[in-house]
């Protein structure tokens, strides 16, 4: 399987502090994204981040992307109750995507 | 715009029987794609589209068929519902390139 992993599964954090979240992968790809799941919702994209960028923020969220070694960060800063959801990455590879296995985020006001 | 619209949003089969779940997008994308969301597993790739009449193989395609005679429509067909196919489905698109996808709001599936 080509899915990838992150960690920690499960997160519970008191708002206004930071959340980060991490994913590993096995295959090469094109860009990397993020996309939040809100309980029985779709997904919605976060950002992206290309296979030749490091590092990339938008509004409270920064990325961070290490291609050597396949490994990439989700940082959310001064958390709000309204970001409790699911978060997934996904490798984009050209035409197939691959999804990790997702971070559930609680943030307790 | 309506964005990607996914039907039925809830269907229950018994084992053998044959259904269609529908996918519409109203954004003129190229690609459009089907994932199944099963607990701890994320999300997998069965099939997608990359324009009306070319279709290809995910990472989980068996016991799925899927078209595409329009750029608006990618319907997946279950043609002999198993139990392992319970799961949630999304559907998915986005335009040409290496853009980000819109999804639509799932279908839930139970196979008894």
């Known amino acids: 399987s080509q899915q990838g992993e992150e960690d920690p599964q499960a997160l519970s954090i008191q708002e206004g502090e930071n959340a980060t979240m991490n994913c590993s992968y096995k295959?090469?790809?094109?860009?990397l994204q993020w996309y939040r799941q809100n309980s029985g919702r779709g997904l919605v994209h976060l950002i992206l981040?290309?296979?030749?960028?490091r590092e990339k923020h938008s509004g409270r969220l920064r990325v961070t992307l290490d291609t050597s070694k396949k490994s990439s960060s989700l940082l959310i800063t001064a958390s709000r109750a309204a970001d409790t959801a699911s978060y997934f990455c996904a490798m984009n590879t050209g035409n197939q995507f691959y999804f990790g296995t997702g971070t559930s985020l609680t943030v307790i006001p | 715009n309506a964005g990607v619209t996914q039907t039925p949003k809830f269907q229950v089969l018994k084992t053998g029987q044959s259904m269609t779940l529908q996918c519409a997008q109203d954004m003129n994308h190229e690609y459009m794609s089907w994932y199944r969301q099963d607990p701890g597993m994320g999300l997998r790739l069965i099939h997608y589209s990359v324009g009306a009449g070319i279709t290809d193989q995910g990472e989980v395609p068996n016991g799925y068929n899927v078209s595409r005679s329009t750029t608006e429509d990618f319907p997946l067909r279950l043609l002999s519902a198993a139990p392992s196919q319970t799961s949630v489905y999304f559907c998915?698109?986005?335009?040409?390139?290496?853009?980000?996808?819109?999804f639509g709001e799932g279908s839930r599936l139970t196979v008894l």
């Open positions: 998915a698109s986005r335009k040409t390139g290496n853009g980000e996808l819109f």
């Open positions: 981040i290309r296979s030749n960028e």
């Open positions: 295959t090469s790809i094109n860009n």
